[in-house]
């Protein structure tokens, strides 16, 4: 690595690196570019890129119909369909009460509130499949919640409604935690000024408030849906796995390398990447849509 | 956990009284309050829904656990399949977050320090493990290494295992624990830019030096919370891990595959008490965090005001 001489470092800058430092002369009294961006390009490349390229790759060998065929069987639409549909649900009901949950904590005092806000992250820090476990136990029919919902006719462990709780569950602090720097930052000036314009809270709210967070409120809602879809640990102890009625996509790809039918695999796989991505370019435009208003308002 | 705040009914005296709130009644309420009523519906609300959603299932954990007493849930330790899962938890763990530290170190380096093309191309590449689903961050592994993948007959001529074995479980926890560190130091080195780091090379300091006596004390809480979040997801990842391990016991399994099996064996006292233990980890992890957080807020700001 070496770096022990600063003049000798320099150097070997400038060797590796002749258009950077002539185009950044001003930078280049740094040392360390060379070594430190090779490292980068290469440990990225190993560990991610080149196997990401593998997945590509390996659905393409099957040629167009194949591929057709492995990510349009029954069984696997019936997976995209339980998946997305569940996966939509609970990013809205996440966008919905997380919205509550963090106006509650920027807005108001209450006691434990600094315990609540904190203990938001455990679902990032709890391993998905304890979250799993956990909500199996509470909302199984013999739960402390399941044996109270189930005579009512309420099923939830092994429905499509365990497994939108259980994304409920993981997605939630996105919402909130996207939310919450938003809602700081809101201008109490701008709803003084509605409210003295005559608007009761309720319009304030929806024409002041609600289109000046919409842009976070949005990104937190494709975060959680975004993790929502790929999710699995969480899922799998409360959904049951009956394929065609709770066998969740990520699950699917399990069963189908269990099969030994890893290109299948591949390409179910290849249709989620290309979700979450899409998903996640939405994101970044609304950041950067939400980063123009906010610059704007400065 | 925190039974007397997360219960709306004890809550509802507690609003009551003046003092917990800014404001105390209607009759005070400025225009840009809301009633006492709406936010009583909306204080009740969070609290119940956390409770439904989070607070009863993390209790949950430890009554399944403790629900025949302290003895069989000590003697769920006394397995030597769990210490097996221990070892190799922290074997992966132990080797992942260490190599993804020098990562994100090297990765925030070039990319705050210094100017190139395609900078925000390679923050987004540095961020796609998060984009990928945990099965598929397995499945690319098996692809790759497995019998039937690129580069398996020539490995397993050589007698190398990777999937099924413990390298796999080291990859695919090196790869979802990726982008941790380095997300973490990219913003803040950013703001903080590169005028000490030139002065102290001016003033003779090597490039190690100057790393570890100037810029490596303003970066270190934000570097300490990106270990945090890694070993918690490290210690905890499923799904991807899932995927590589072949589920060999006391050979492949780390502690949640661990709970899985117990748990698919009905042996839920032994699958909640381990459980229970990662469910203590998580809750440190979130102490530490929360701790580091308003420290890396205060360096956040110190190095806007600088500039």
């Known amino acids: ?298 | 956990m925190n039974a007397s705040t997360s219960n709306p009914s004890t809550l509802a005296v507690t609003l009551e009284s003046p003092e917990s709130w800014q404001v105390a009644g209607p009759q005070l309420r400025t225009a840009t309050e809301e009633s006492i009523w709406v936010r009583w519906l909306l204080v009740g609300s969070t609290l119940t829904f956390l409770t439904l959603v989070l607070f009863v299932p993390l209790a949950a954990i430890f009554a399944e656990a403790l629900r025949k007493g302290w003895a069989a849930y000590f003697a769920s330790f006394n397995n030597p399949n769990f210490w097996s899962a221990v070892k190799l938890s922290f074997l992966a763990t132990g080797i992942s977050v260490p190599a993804n530290l020098i990562f994100g170190v090297a990765a925030s380096w070039a990319i705050a320090k210094f100017d190139f093309r395609g900078k925000s191309l390679l923050i987004t590449l540095i961020d796609l493990p998060f984009a990928v689903s945990p099965v598929v961050s397995g499945l690319i592994y098996v692809l790759l290494f497995g019998m039937t993948g690129w580069m398996g007959p020539w490995l397993s001529s050589h007698n190398i295992q990777i999937i099924f074995a413990v390298p796999g479980i080291v990859l695919a926890t090196i790869f979802v624990t990726f982008p941790f560190v380095a997300r973490e130091l990219i913003p803040l080195m950013q703001e903080q830019g590169s005028e000490e780091e030139q002065a102290a090379v001016s003033l003779g300091a090597n490039g190690w030096q100057t790393f570890f006596r100037v810029t490596l004390p303003n970066v270190k809480w934000a570097l300490l919370y990106g270990v945090i979040l890694s070993t918690a997801r490290a210690m905890g990842e499923f799904g991807a891990v899932s995927v590589v391990s072949g589920h060999i016991r006391g050979k492949t399994n780390t502690l949640p595959l661990h709970i899985e099996v117990l748990y698919n064996e009905y042996n839920f006292v032994a699958a909640f008490a381990v459980a229970s233990l990662l469910t203590l980890l998580a809750l440190v992890t979130l102490v530490m965090k929360t701790t580091l957080e308003w420290r890396i807020q205060r360096d956040l700001e110190e190095a806007g005001k600088s500039e």
């Open chain 1, 1 to 298: 690595m070496g770096g022990s001489e600063p003049a000798r470092e320099r150097d070997t800058l400038k060797q590796k690196t002749p258009p950077m430092s002539k185009n950044f002369a001003k930078r280049q009294v740094l040392p360390g570019f060379g070594i430190t961006m090779g490292y980068t390009v290469t440990y990225l490349s190993l560990i991610v890129l080149v196997p990401l390229a593998t997945l590509f790759l390996k659905s393409a060998g099957l040629g167009v119909a194949d591929f057709w065929k492995a990510v349009s069987s029954p069984r696997v639409v019936a997976s995209y369909k339980l998946t997305f549909g569940a996966s939509l649900v609970a990013a809205t009901i996440n966008a919905v009460f997380g919205f509550v949950v963090a106006w509650t904590l920027v807005r108001y005092k209450f006691p434990g509130k600094r315990i609540i806000d904190a203990m938001i992250d455990l679902p990032f820090a709890l391993p998905t499949a304890v979250s799993g476990i956990a909500l199996t136990a509470v909302y199984s029919s013999h739960g402390w919640f399941g044996q109270y919902l189930e005579p009512l006719g309420i099923k939830v462990a092994y429905t499509p409604i365990g497994i939108t709780l259980a994304l409920v569950f993981i997605g939630l602090p996105f919402v909130v935690r996207t939310l919450q720097p938003a809602l700081a930052d809101l201008e109490r000036e701008s709803e003084e000024a509605a409210a003295s314009l005559g608007a009761n809270r309720f319009q304030t709210f929806t024409r002041v408030i609600l289109p000046t967070i919409l842009p976070a409120l949005l990104t937190g809602f494709a975060l959680s849906l975004a993790r929502a879809i790929g999710e699995y640990g969480s899922v799998v102890f409360i959904s049951g796995n009956m394929p065609m009625r709770t066998e969740i996509t990520s699950l699917l790809i399990i069963s189908k390398l269990e099969q030994y039918d890893t290109a299948g695999a591949a390409a179910i796989s290849v249709v989620m990447l290309i979700a979450s991505f899409g998903l996640l370019l939405s994101i970044n435009l609304l950041q950067h849509l939400a980063g123009r208003r906010y610059q704007g308002a400065h």
